[in-house]
């Protein structure tokens, strides 16, 4: 929790990450992608301020003790959401596996929620894979990146065919939460991989899922913020917006929230720290004391107390039915366990 | 002919995504100019993970627009430190197109991706010229001034629009007339593509400065 002025927010990180790049790690033949994986998030950190860059050593590996105090204790998160990306294809136990995010939660089980993953091009294995997960790991949410490069194909639609039996496995086993990351490689690489029209097509086929875009969207905030206007169960996933604009490019970042805040709404917009890229205490101190810089943003929507609520946690603990103790709430609010489990049922 | 005079053609070159010359970006990382005529390029880029397709159109674009500076020998473009470097760096050499870089992973050459993002670029670029007409609806193209303007043209004469002075000066993307009804949004759709565009020019410029250790240079 993190408390400013009198006013009480619980945090929420929507998009955390337990990794392993180091060199140990990386798939022999497959250095070069490893390296340059990692090596371009840690180019991301430089985008935060100069006193929370890590060395590319410890970026590559960091303890579970470095997790817990960059997050929990000083970063006032009080439930993280790991977001796993596997990437087996250049690291060689994974470059960050519901597995490895397990270890985390198993320290911290109050604080911590694992959400797994799925390759649609992995058939029925691959669905037999997520039930099993499923039941180990009790996933309510999955976090997909249809960049991943899997035997020789370089990404996936989640409009192609063979992604549809997975959204159905989601909705019989509960897993509610799809998070769409997307990346710089599809099939075919002559389109264009960042494209969010697959996104689209499956929100509204599957009204039962929420779709979190990871990211925003980025670089199509155009397109994300277009199609997120005409569809209930879209959100907007914030990592990277806040660790890599509000310091970098204050001007832009305000820009950018202002657009989100029009289009999309505080209702439906999720922070998430990204880490290990930035550190979450920077960023959520940063947001409550965030505003517009001056009046030339006058046609935007305002942000204030109540929607910065919201977007550090709320929304969040509504889509994973996480219990909100009374003192951080919003007035007018049910207990989100509550509100979750009558959407189950309804 | 000069390194001035390569340097000139390679700034006719744009990024296709931000709608921005790769000189301006700092993309070229050398160019070299050898007494026979003889041109080498290097080009980089924010990350090694920029995606592949937009990596080779410059690449591509670049190889070309070197050759047609009068007296240049042998052109050599290499892109650097990309994670698909050689696959593409082999293709630009050899006058491949992207199908021959990455074979049986297209469907096609990068035609309509190049044309979808021109049409992204000449909405931008409208949505910072909207608010400098008093009526968006009655102004021509030859009442726009300025850089934007420029580039409209430029981008209305590549995708087949009307680029003449008379013509409407507000086009959607597929290049008809922007109704008067339809102003209000038009606006708020374009101020929104502009930002996207520039807000991902701004952390490109970040990146390749971390990247590159180089001086950050404004947008």
Same mark, same amino acid.
């Given at each position: 929790?993190?408390?400013?002025?009198?006013?009480?927010?619980?945090?929420?990180?929507?998009?955390?990450?337990?990794?392993?790049?180091?060199?140990?790690?990386?798939?022999?033949?497959?250095?070069?992608?490893?390296?340059?994986?990692?090596? @371009?998030?840690?180019?991301?950190?430089?985008?935060?301020?100069?006193?929370?860059?890590?060395?590319?050593?410890?970026?590559?590996?960091?303890?579970?003790?470095?997790?817990?105090?960059?997050?929990?204790?000083?970063?006032?998160?009080?439930?993280?959401?790991?977001?796993?990306?596997? !990437?087996?294809?250049?690291?060689?136990?994974?470059?960050?596996?519901?597995?490895?995010?397990?270890?985390?939660?198993?320290?911290?089980?109050?604080?911590?929620?694992?959400?797994?993953?799925?390759?649609?091009?992995?058939?029925?294995?691959?669905?037999?894979?997520?039930?099993?997960?499923?039941?180990?790991?009790?996933?309510?949410?999955?976090?997909?990146?249809?960049?991943?490069?899997?035997?020789?194909?370089?990404?996936?639609?989640?409009?192609?065919?063979?992604?549809?039996?997975?959204?159905?496995?989601?909705?019989?086993?509960?897993?509610?939460?799809?998070?769409?990351?997307?990346?710089?490689?599809?099939?075919?690489?002559?389109?264009?991989?960042?494209?969010?029209?697959?996104?689209?097509?499956?929100?509204?086929?599957?009204?039962?899922?929420?779709?979190?875009?990871?990211?925003?969207?980025?670089?199509?905030?155009?397109?994300?913020?277009?199609?997120?206007?005409?569809?209930?169960?879209?959100?907007?996933?914030?990592?990277?917006?806040?660790?890599?604009?509000?310091?970098?490019?204050?001007?832009?970042?305000?820009?950018?929230?202002?657009?989100?805040?029009?289009?999309?709404?505080?209702?439906?917009?999720?922070?998430?720290?990204?880490?290990?890229?930035?550190?979450?205490?920077?960023?959520?101190?940063?947001?409550?004391?965030?505003?517009?810089?001056?009046?030339?943003?006058?046609?935007?929507?305002?942000?204030?107390?109540?929607?910065?609520?919201?977007?550090?946690?709320?929304?969040?603990?509504?889509?994973?039915?996480?219990?909100?103790?009374?003192?951080?709430?919003?007035?007018?609010?049910?207990?989100?366990?509550?509100?979750?489990?009558?959407?189950?049922?309804? | 002919?000069?390194?001035?005079?390569?340097?000139?053609?390679?700034?006719?070159?744009?990024?296709?995504? !931000?709608?921005?010359?790769?000189?301006?970006?700092?993309?070229?990382?050398? @160019?070299?100019?050898?007494?026979?005529?003889?041109?080498?390029?290097?080009?980089?880029?924010?990350?090694?993970?920029?995606?592949?397709?937009?990596?080779?159109?410059?690449?591509?674009?670049?190889?070309?627009?070197?050759?047609?500076?009068?007296?240049?020998?042998?052109?050599?473009?290499?892109?650097?430190?990309?994670?698909?470097?050689?696959?593409?760096?082999?293709?630009?050499?050899?006058?491949?197109?992207?199908?021959?870089?990455?074979?049986?992973?297209?469907?096609?050459?990068?035609?309509?991706?190049?044309?979808?993002?021109?049409?992204?670029?000449?909405?931008?670029?409208?949505?910072?010229?909207?608010?400098?007409?008093?009526?968006?609806?009655?102004?021509?193209?030859?009442?726009?001034?300025?850089?934007?303007?420029?580039?409209?043209?430029?981008?209305?004469?590549? !995708?087949?629009?009307?680029?003449?002075?008379?013509?409407?000066?507000?086009?959607?993307?597929?290049?008809?007339?922007?109704?008067?009804?339809?102003?209000?949004?038009?606006?708020?759709?374009?101020?929104?593509?502009?930002?996207?565009?520039?807000?991902?020019?701004?952390? @490109?410029?970040?990146?390749?400065?971390?990247?590159?250790?180089?001086?950050?240079?404004?947008?």
């Amino acid at each position: 929790m993190y408390e400013k002025d009198g006013e009480k927010y619980f945090v929420v990180d929507s998009h955390s990450h337990f990794w392993d790049a180091s060199p140990e790690n990386w798939v022999k033949g497959a250095e070069e992608y490893a390296k340059g994986w990692i090596e @371009c998030f840690h180019a991301y950190q430089g985008l935060g301020p100069a006193e929370t860059h890590w060395s590319l050593e410890k970026f590559q590996k960091y303890t579970a003790e470095d997790f817990e105090k960059d997050v929990f204790d000083e970063g006032h998160v009080d439930v993280a959401i790991f977001q796993p990306t596997y !990437l087996k294809e250049w690291y060689t136990n994974g470059f960050n596996t519901a597995e490895q995010d397990s270890v985390m939660a198993a320290r911290n089980p109050d604080k911590s929620i694992v959400n797994g993953r799925f390759d649609p091009r992995d058939g029925d294995p691959g669905l037999r894979q997520l039930e099993e997960d499923h039941a180990k790991y009790g996933h309510k949410g999955v976090k997909l990146y249809t960049a991943e490069w899997n035997s020789g194909s370089r990404g996936y639609k989640l409009s192609d065919d063979i992604a549809q039996p997975y959204f159905e496995k989601c909705i019989e086993l509960g897993i509610s939460n799809i998070h769409v990351h997307k990346g710089p490689t599809i099939w075919p690489l002559d389109k264009d991989a960042f494209d969010v029209a697959d996104v689209d097509k499956v929100a509204t086929r599957y009204q039962e899922l929420n779709f979190i875009v990871e990211h925003v969207g980025l670089p199509r905030i155009e397109d994300f913020c277009f199609m997120a206007t005409q569809e209930r169960n879209v959100y907007a996933g914030l990592a990277v917006v806040i660790g890599g604009l509000m310091h970098a490019r204050p001007r832009f970042f305000a820009k950018v929230m202002g657009e989100l805040l029009f289009w999309v709404g505080e209702d439906k917009m999720l922070f998430g720290a990204d880490y290990a890229i930035w550190e979450p205490k920077w960023q959520v101190e940063g947001l409550v004391d965030w505003d517009f810089p001056d009046d030339t943003f006058s046609d935007y929507p305002r942000l204030g107390v109540e929607g910065k609520k919201k977007i550090l946690g709320l929304n969040a603990a509504k889509l994973y039915g996480i219990d909100v103790p009374a003192e951080f709430r919003l007035d007018d609010e049910e207990p989100a366990a509550r509100e979750a489990a009558q959407l189950v049922e309804s | 002919m000069t390194k001035d005079d390569v340097l000139a053609a390679l700034g006719t070159v744009y990024d296709p995504e !931000l709608d921005e010359p790769i000189t301006a970006l700092k993309f070229v990382a050398s @160019c070299e100019v050898a007494d026979d005529g003889a041109v080498s390029v290097r080009l980089r880029l924010p990350t090694p993970q920029c995606a592949p397709n937009f990596a080779f159109l410059m690449a591509a674009d670049a190889r070309d627009a070197v050759r047609t500076v009068p007296g240049v020998g042998a052109v050599s473009v290499v892109l650097e430190d990309h994670y698909t470097g050689n696959e593409i760096n082999a293709a630009v050499a050899g006058d491949g197109g992207f199908g021959d870089a990455f074979p049986g992973e297209t469907e096609g050459e990068l035609d309509a991706l190049r044309e979808l993002f021109r049409r992204k670029a000449l909405v931008a670029r409208q949505g910072r010229l909207l608010e400098t007409v008093a009526d968006p609806v009655s102004a021509r193209l030859g009442d726009l001034t300025g850089p934007d303007a420029v580039r409209c043209r430029e981008l209305r004469s590549e !995708l087949g629009i009307d680029a003449s002075d008379e013509a409407p000066a507000f086009v959607r993307g597929d290049g008809t007339p922007v109704p008067a009804p339809e102003i209000a949004r038009f606006a708020r759709m374009a101020s929104l593509t502009a930002i996207s565009l520039e807000a991902n020019g701004g952390v @490109c410029r970040s990146l390749l400065s971390v990247r590159y250790g180089i001086e950050e240079v404004a947008a």
